[in-house]
């Protein structure tokens, strides 16, 4: 039985009709939604700090690495990558015992310093708030807000193109005398 093309209530009001002004509110719905948003750039997203000179400072340290202590033993290994279209670097650390850390390493414009944000898993965390270019060394330091004279400092220097140091060392006299917390080489792993 072929359908009646008047509405079952009101035959004077056509489907088709009503079908039709359903859709154009529906157009119209969705247009006035998309209208407050931009449309998607068309290629790739800018990437300003490819050739931002300050941002490339700690390219030294991309790549992966044995880690060694200053002895030579083995103490955990750790792969560096460039992140965020080069606009920071990514430590993924395991030592030996199977701990596991992460670092999130950028320049950052504002204060034209690099920062540091560590994160272990036994949940212990680490904020290199302000930093240095010291010759070739990057030294990251966290000051301790109750106690001005106790800082910390983690210095990572190329030693050549296949080795880095990073020394973390703190003091509790405002700089007068330092202690070693640790002393690790990286070793670029062969390719």
């Known amino acids: 039985m072929p359908m009646s093309m008047s509405h079952p209530i009101n035959p004077s009001v056509s489907r088709l009709a009503r079908l039709g002004s359903a859709a154009l509110l529906a157009i119209t719905a969705l247009t006035s939604t998309m209208a407050g948003q931009t449309a998607p750039p068309s290629g790739p997203a800018p990437t300003p700090c490819v050739t931002d000179r300050e941002r490339h ?40 015992n199977g701990g596991n850390g992460k670092s999130l390493n950028a320049y950052n414009p504002l204060i034209r310093q690099w920062q540091q944000f560590w994160i272990g898993q036994d949940g212990s ?41 990073q020394h973390s060392e703190s003091t509790k006299d405002g700089g007068k005398t330092w202690k070693t917390d640790y002393d690790f080489y990286y070793h670029r792993k062969a390719q």
């Not at 340290?61 to 990514?90: F, M, N, P, R």
């Open 125 to 165: 965390v680490t904020e290199f708030r302000s930093s240095e270019l010291d010759g070739t060394s990057l030294v990251f330091y966290v000051k301790d807000d109750a106690n001005k004279s106790a800082i910390s400092r983690l210095r990572l220097t190329p030693v050549d193109s296949a080795t880095v140091r």
């Open 57 to 96: 400072n700690f390219d030294f340290w991309i790549g992966e690495w044995d880690v060694t202590t200053k002895g030579g033993s083995l103490a955990g290994h750790s792969v560096v990558q460039s992140v965020s279209g080069g606009c920071a670097l990514l430590e993924n650390w395991t030592s030996l």
